[in-house]
C-alpha cells in the first residue's frame, strides 16, 4: 500500500505549497490521522509522545481553515513554557510562509508586556503562548477572542506536572462556544481526562504508540555541537572514524543535494539520495554505494526505506529524526544480518531533550562521542601522510619524479629539500587538508556529559540545551534556520517542589 502524500490531504493551496517547497515528503502517522480530522472541523485528542509530528498535525490544518487577511486572533496554542512556545510559533511561520498577510505572535511569561501588547494591537492570526501570561492578557483585555476559531492544548500532562491546570481552564471557559479544540498530551491522566470530557466533546481519538525496540549489534554515540558548527564536527568524524560505507541522514531532499555537494568538495565519494530522484537514479546510486564506487550516500528518510547495503559500517545522523520510528530505521541500515555497525547522533542545544526519548524507544544508552583533540589530529594526520608518502617509495615512477624535482632544483639553484616543501604546499593548496600543515581548529564545546534537565527550563547563559523535541521539520515541527540558544528571560514556569501535595501554580 503506497503511504498518502501531503497533497493527498486536502490543505490549502497555500499551505501545500509551502509544505512543497520546504521539500518534505510523507506526514507521519500523526499527521496522516489527525489532519483530516481536523479539517473537517472535529476535536481532537491526540496521545501521542513529543517528537512525533504534532506541531504539523495541527498548524497545517488550522492554518487552512482561517482566513489570512482577517488580522484577528483566530488560533490560540497553550504551551507548557516558552521554549516550547517559540518552537511552534517559528513553525507556524514556516507553515503559514506563501501567505501574503499573515503573523504569528509568541507570549509568555519572564518578558515585558509591552512589546506583547504592541503586538496584540498590530494584529495576528495566530497567538501561542503559556497559560499563566495568556490569562493575564484575556484579563487585562489586551487578548480578545472573538474571531478565535480553534484553540489548541499542547503537552498537556505537562501542563497539569507544572500547575498551570487551573490557567488552562480559564482559558477554555472564555474561548467561544463554536470553537474547535485539540489536546495532545503523551499521557491521559485523570485530570486531562476530565477536562478532554467537559471541552472536547464528541472529539476524535488519534492514539500513536511507540514500540519500545532493542537496536542490537549497534554501537550508539551521540555528539553534541552547535548548529552551526555540524559541517565542520562531520568532516572531522569522517576523517577518523575507520568506515567501509556510511549513510548519513537528513530531512529534507534540499539538503541531501547540499551536503553531497559540501564533502564532495572535500575529497569524498559521495552522492545524494532523495524523492527527487527517479527510480532507475535511485537504483544506480545504491548500486555505486554497494561496488565502492561511492563511500557516502547522503538521504533522506523515505528514499532510504529498505537500503540495504552490506559495506555499510556507518549511520550519521545530521539532523535529528522526525520520530523514534525514523531513528530506528535509520540506525538499521548498519548492522545487518548480524554484522555490526556504529550510528552517530548530532544534536543541537534545543534537541538535547530528544535525547531520552531515543534511549527509551531503543532500550539502549548512547555514549557520548568522543572527536580528538586538535593535538591528536595534527599527529593522526602526520601519521597518515607518512604513511601515504612511504607507500609510492617503491612506484616505478619515483625514479622519473626524483629526476624531475633535482632538475628543477639545479635550474633554479634550490635545494631538494625546498623543492619538495614547494610541491607539498601546493598539493595542500589544491587539495585543502591533504597536509598536515595547520593545526586544525578546535570546535567549541558541548559537554556530552552535561546533566539533563527537567521542564523547569534551561540554566541562563549561552549554549545551554533547550527544551523541546526536534525541530526545523515538519515531523519535527520547527522553522528551517530556527534560532541558536536559549531566549532570554526567565523560564515560564517551576515544576512542584519535591514533597508537595500535588502541582502548584506556576509563576507567570
Known amino acids: 500500500m503506497s503511504e498518502l502524500s501531503f497533497a493527498e490531504l486536502g490543505l490549502d493551496p497555500a499551505v501545500l505549497e509551502a509544505v512543497v517547497s520546504v521539500g518534505y515528503e510523507t506526514p507521519s502517522p500523526i499527521q496522516a490521522q489527525a489532519i483530516p480530522a481536523l479539517l473537517a472541523g472535529n476535536h481532537l485528542l491526540g496521545v501521542a509522545q513529543t517528537g512525533t509530528g504534532k506541531t504539523a498535525a495541527f498548524a497545517l490544518p488550522l492554518l487552512s481553515r482561517i482566513d489570512p487577511n482577517l488580522m484577528e486572533p483566530q488560533i490560540l496554542v497553550l504551551a507548557p513554557t516558552r521554549e516550547l512556545a517559540i518552537q511552534v510559533a517559528e ?24 512589546p506583547q501588547i504592541r503586538g496584540l494591537k498590530r494584529g495576528a492570526q495566530v497567538i501561542v503562548g503559556t497559560p499563566g501570561r495568556m490569562l493575564d492578557h484575556l484579563r487585562k483585555g489586551t487578548l480578545k ?27 477554555l471557559s472564555k474561548t467561544p462556544a463554536n470553537c474547535q479544540r485539540a489536546l495532545f498530551s503523551a499521557t491521559m491522566p ?19 504508540e511507540s514500540e519500545t525496540r532493542t537496536v542490537e549489534r ?24 575507520p568506515f567501509d560505507a556510511a549513510i548519513i541522514f537528513v530531512r529534507t531532499k534540499a539538503e541531501t543535494a547540499l551536503l553531497a555537494e559540501k564533502l564532495s568538495a572535500r575529497g569524498h565519494a559521495v552522492a545524494p539520495l532523495s524523492g527527487d530522484l527517479n527510480q532507475r537514479q535511485r537504483e544506480q546510486t545504491v548500486d555505486d554505494l554497494k561496488r565502492g564506487k561511492k563511500d557516502i550516500i547522503i538521504a533522506t528518510d523515505v528514499a532510504a526505506r529498505g537500503l540495504d547495503v552490506s559495506r555499510i559500517t556507518h549511520v550519521i545522523n545530521y539532523d535529528v529524526p522526525y520520530d523514534t520510528e525514523a531513528y530506528i530505521h535509520r540506525v538499521g541500515r548498519t548492522g545487518r544480518a548480524g554484522r555490526t555497525g556504529k550510528a552517530i547522533l548530532l544534536v543541537t542545544p534545543r534537541e538535547r531533550s530528544w535525547l531520552r526519548t531515543l534511549e527509551r524507544a531503543t532500550n539502549s544508552p548512547m555514549e557520548p562521542y568522543q572527536l580528538p583533540s586538535p593535538a591528536a589530529l595534527q599527529q593522526m594526520r602526520v601519521e597518515q601522510f607518512e604513511s601515504q608518502l612511504l607507500g609510492f617509495a617503491d612506484d616505478p615512477r619515483a625514479a622519473k619524479a626524483i629526476a624531475l624535482l633535482d632538475d628543477i632544483a639545479e635550474r633554479n639553484d634550490m635545494d631538494i629539500t625546498m623543492v619538495a616543501g614547494a610541491l607539498a604546499c601546493w598539493m595542500e593548496a589544491s587539495q ?17 556529559s552535561a546533566p539533563r534537565r527537567d521542564r523547569k527550563g534551561p540554566p541562563p547563559g549561552k549554549g545551554n540545551f533547550r527544551k523541546g523535541g526536534p525541530n526545523k521539520n515538519f515531523r519535527n515541527d520547527s522553522k528551517p534556520g530556527a534560532r541558536k540558544g536559549p531566549p532570554k528571560g526567565k523560564p515560564a514556569g517551576k515544576g512542584p517542589k519535591p514533597g508537595g501535595s500535588g502541582p502548584k501554580r506556576a509563576p507567570r
Open 190 to 208: 485523570a485530570q486531562i481526562k476530565k477536562v478532554a470530557q467537559t471541552y472536547l466533546k464528541n472529539a476524535t481519538e488519534v492514539r500513536i
Open 91 to 114: 513553525a507556524f511561520t514556516t507553515y503559514a510562509s506563501k501567505f501574503k498577510h499573515f503573523h504569528v505572535l509568541p507570549i509568555y511569561g519572564g518578558q515585558d508586556f509591552a
Open 432 to 448: 585543502p587538508d591533504s597536509l598536515p600543515l595547520d593545526q586544525p581548529e578546535a570546535l567549541p564545546e558541548v559537554s556530552a
Open 218 to 241: 549497534i554501537s550508539q554515540f551521540v555528539l553534541p555541537v552547535y548548529a552551526e558548527r555540524k559541517l565542520d564536527a562531520l568532516t572531522r568524524i569522517l576523517e577518523v572514524e
Open 145 to 171: 477572542l472573538n474571531n478565535l476559531r480553534a484553540l489548541v492544548l499542547d503537552e498537556a500532562d505537562e501542563m497539569l506536572r507544572m500547575g498551570f491546570i487551573d490557567d488552562v481552564e480559564a482559558i
